[in-house]
């Protein structure tokens, strides 16, 4: 399966670091056969939660997903917290197909996905059972896609969105496209919608710093195939990932417009992942430690 992108071809093969760091085979298939055991008998469970529309359609993906990260050899490392209001609508980068599984892990929400992820075996099915709101991204379609989000936002969902309209290579944040922040324009009984930024790098690699020689190994985009880039990935040691929730903030603190929130959350997302690709901690992370510093010094 290919993924549509302009960007140039990325050849994966160039890189040998990875092998010599503990490349495995059998460690790939068995992280292969204990996704798949976990997931089948998961997949009935979250369709009787949907159809008997109990509290457990959102909380059971939450917990699906964590266990989804430990067999992929995934740490995850939370600064800030996410909103618990409803409805919000977080903004995130996209980097790789690895980002539905941590930030699901981490958001009881639905995702915005293209149109397309409907179809793909597999991926397509675990897409519709977490709800996902599937938008067509060719032009013309913008009202459609607007109508879409704002139906389950209404309806008080929490829905993550990339604005990117695509993945990157994780070293930096593609512009955001401002076509779908229209609706946070939109006001919910009376209330501007809760929009929280999120960033999230894929920083460490068996506790080493990940460099650019290796993130293409976690990173999906360019024109790799899927298959091929999971078969890599699960064979790797475990990589760390670094998410930032940033402060909430609506259509008014962005000064009113959608192309104000879209530039807004771009360099605030931006920020978080060249602060944590350089090893460097959240601004809110360091006031923290200060504090208990200041604390421990009485």
Same mark, same amino acid.
């Given at each position: ?137 060719? @032009?013309?379609? /913008? ?5 879409? $989000?704002?139906? !389950? %936002?209404?309806?008080?969902? #929490?829905?993550? +969105? ?104 771009? @360099?605030?997302? /931006? ?5 944590? $690709?350089?090893? !460097? %901690?959240?601004?809110?992370? #360091?006031?923290? +430690? ?9």
């Amino acid at each position: 399966m290919k993924m549509e992108t302009a960007a140039k071809r990325i050849v994966l093969e160039k890189s040998d670091a990875p092998v010599a760091l503990g490349s495995s085979a059998i460690v790939g298939a068995v992280r292969v056969a204990l996704y798949i055991a976990w997931t089948l008998p998961c997949m009935p469970v979250q369709a009787f939660f949907l159809i008997t529309r109990l509290p457990g359609r959102v909380t059971f993906p939450v917990f699906y997903h964590r266990i989804c990260c430990r067999i992929l050899g995934l740490k995850i490392e939370v600064h800030g917290r996410a909103t618990r209001k409803r409805p919000t609508l977080f903004i995130c980068n996209h980097t790789s197909y690895l980002d539905i599984e941590v930030l699901g892990s981490l958001i009881g929400g639905s995702f915005v996905a293209k149109a397309e992820v409907a179809s793909w075996p597999l991926f397509g099915w675990l897409a519709k059972l977490q709800r996902t709101v599937f938008v067509d991204r060719r @032009r013309g379609s /913008a009202g459609d896609q607007r109508d879409q $989000i704002a139906e !389950r %936002l209404e309806a008080g969902d #929490r829905l993550i +969105l990339f604005p990117e309209g695509t993945s990157g290579d994780g070293n930096r944040v593609l512009p955001f496209k401002s076509a779908l922040f229209s609706v946070a324009e939109r006001r919910v009984k009376g209330q501007p919608l809760v929009v929280q930024p999120v960033s999230i790098s894929y920083a460490r690699f068996s506790n080493l710093p990940m460099d650019r020689d290796l993130r293409p190994y976690f990173a999906w985009y360019g024109d790799m195939y899927l298959a091929t880039h999971v078969w890599r990935m699960v064979k790797l040691g475990g990589a760390t990932v670094v998410v930032q929730f940033h402060d909430p903030l609506t259509i008014d603190d962005a000064g009113g417009t959608r192309r104000g929130m879209a530039e807004h959350t771009h @360099r605030t997302v /931006a920020d978080g992942v060249a602060r944590a $690709i350089t090893g !460097r %901690l959240p601004r809110s992370a #360091r006031g923290r +430690l200060a504090r208990l510093r200041q604390r421990r010094a009485r």
